[in-house]
């Protein structure tokens, strides 16, 4: 019986590629029979066929031939993944909770200064200009290759998630968040934000500390004994001003009371009452009632309903319901620079009496020891010590004489010119009153309803009927 002898087989290449096309699997199988082996060409046939062109690893195929590793399987190509990019990052250069705590204050001297237990660094302020918070910018990422060659889109990078806030803005890079404004930063619904102006939402108190700002101050509280406002601009307080002080390049308004308090202001006051405090303005002044104040205003007083103790010095008219009180309490009101200049020269009178008085007593311990010298030829050292300092007293004393003369002068001259002012009474004005314009003052010695207290035209002080 004859041997059966197969016929030949060459030898064959299996492709699988998976679904996502990020990997092709290749396995050869040897040939039977004396049939053909398979070829790098064959292989890169195979390949194409399946439609892989891209991530093709050669020399691994290569090898598989070379050492005849059949029916195993090798990656054959494998994609190049994509490269995601990174998102956007910020980096806060300021924290976004205002630690309160009492502030050093450095007094330049070599103990490191002193802490402020009432300035808790409640108002953080930032210049123009200030950087307040850097972003990176995100990236593109690169995007990848299947086994195909077809490109594979990769994610891109977002923007950092920030919220520019009131007064912020990008530089030209968009890298860094900065303050467009000088003015209070604050953290608020996500983003930083420069307020100008400062909104304090309770009493400026223990919890708050002393506040020194450059814009607005609105306090939706009351400003509590101790403690200080100081803003380049106005301040509003919705409650009291009970025993504080306040400082305001313009206005100051108190919606209640200000009360055992210093306000000062470079525009113009108003509170509904004022009671036992020393007010300063540059401009108008305004209550429903004054009581015992201590007051320069370089604008008009107006007291709605009543003006009662204290001293009013005014540059220009005052209006009020009523001055003075029943009890006859000393209430002064001084109109316009006249009048002041008027004190003025009264005192530097008083200061001129009291300087002869003291050039007097000079004179007469300087001729007792001069006599004494001019007797006994010589003083002790004790008494030449002493006529010395009594000859540089008396200089003294009659140079401090001579300008208070001169400052005199300068005076009657001013008041050479009349300032016609006027204080209206609407209600009762009182004894006890005493009303000051230019160098001429008047007070009642009864009381008197609705007048009017003015300069006639030869400048001497009257009271009239107000019409």
């Known amino acids: 019986m004859a041997e059966n002898v197969g016929y030949p087989v060459d030898g064959s290449v299996v492709v699988t590629v998976t679904t996502d096309f990020h990997d092709a699997f290749l396995s050869i199988y040897p040939p039977v029979n004396g049939g053909k082996k398979m070829t790098y060409d064959d292989v890169m046939d195979a390949l194409t066929a399946k439609g892989v062109r891209f991530g093709i690893k050669h020399e691994d195929i290569r090898r598989m031939i070379d050492d005849d590793e059949y029916e195993s399987q090798i990656v054959a190509a494998h994609m190049k993944d994509p490269v995601d990019g990174i998102d956007g990052k910020v980096r806060l250069l300021y924290s976004t909770e205002v630690a309160l705590k009492p502030q050093n204050t450095d007094s330049g001297d070599d103990d490191g200064g002193f802490v402020d237990l009432k300035d808790l660094g409640y108002v953080r302020i930032v210049d123009e200009g200030t950087v307040i918070a850097e972003m990176t910018p995100p990236t593109e990422g690169v995007p990848g290759i299947d086994v195909r060659g077809v490109e594979i889109r990769q994610r891109k990078g977002k923007k950092a998630d920030y919220r520019l806030g009131e007064n912020t803005i990008l530089s030209e890079d968009g890298t860094k968040v ?3 404004q000088t003015g209070h930063l604050v953290y608020e619904k996500g983003g930083f934000a420069v307020k100008t102006t400062l909104v304090i939402p309770r009493n400026v108190d223990s919890s708050i500390g002393n506040i020194n700002f450059l814009g ?16 380049g601009k106005s301040v509003t307080v919705t409650g009291n001003v009970n ?9 100051v308004v108190s919606k209640r009371g200000i009360i055992n308090s210093k306000i000062t202001a470079h525009k113009n006051i108003s509170a509904m009452f004022c009671e036992f405090s020393r007010l300063t303005c540059d401009g108008d002044m305004s209550s429903q009632s004054f ?15 009543r003006l009662i103790g204290g001293k009013y010095i005014c540059l220009h008219n005052l209006a009020a319901g009523s001055i003075g009180n029943s009890s006859y309490i000393p209430t002064d009101v001084i109109l316009g620079d006249n009048a002041i200049l008027s004190e003025e020269k009264t005192e530097l009178e008083r200061q001129i009496a009291s300087a002869d008085s003291d050039i007097d ?4 311990v300087i001729d007792f020891l001069s006599g004494k010298k001019k007797e006994l030829k010589r003083l002790s050292d004790e ?7 009594m000859l540089k007293s ?8 001579k300008q208070a003369a001169k400052q005199i002068a300068e005076i009657d001259k001013k008041l050479e010119n009349i300032q016609y002012y006027q204080v209206e009474c609407r209600g009762t004005m009182f004894p006890g009153t005493r009303i000051v314009i230019n160098d001429k003052s008047i007070s009642p010695t009864r009381e008197e309803r609705r007048v009017k207290v003015c300069l006639d035209e030869s400048g001497n002080i ?3 009927p107000l019409r």
């Open 291 to 305: 009581l015992n104040c201590d007051v320069y205003c370089a604008g008009v007083i107006s007291a709605g309903k």
């Open 178 to 180: 900065i303050a467009a």
């Open 394 to 401: 008396r200089i003294q004393i009659q140079h401090m004489k």
């Open 216 to 231: 607005d101050v609105v306090v939706k509280g009351e400003v509590c004994e101790g403690f200080r406002i100081s803003s």
């Open 361 to 364: 007593k000079c004179t007469q």
């Open 243 to 251: 025993g504080a002080v306040i400082e305001a390049g313009e206005d």
């Open 462 to 464: 009257k009271t009239v």
């Open 383 to 389: 008494n030449e010590e002493l006529l010395g300092k």
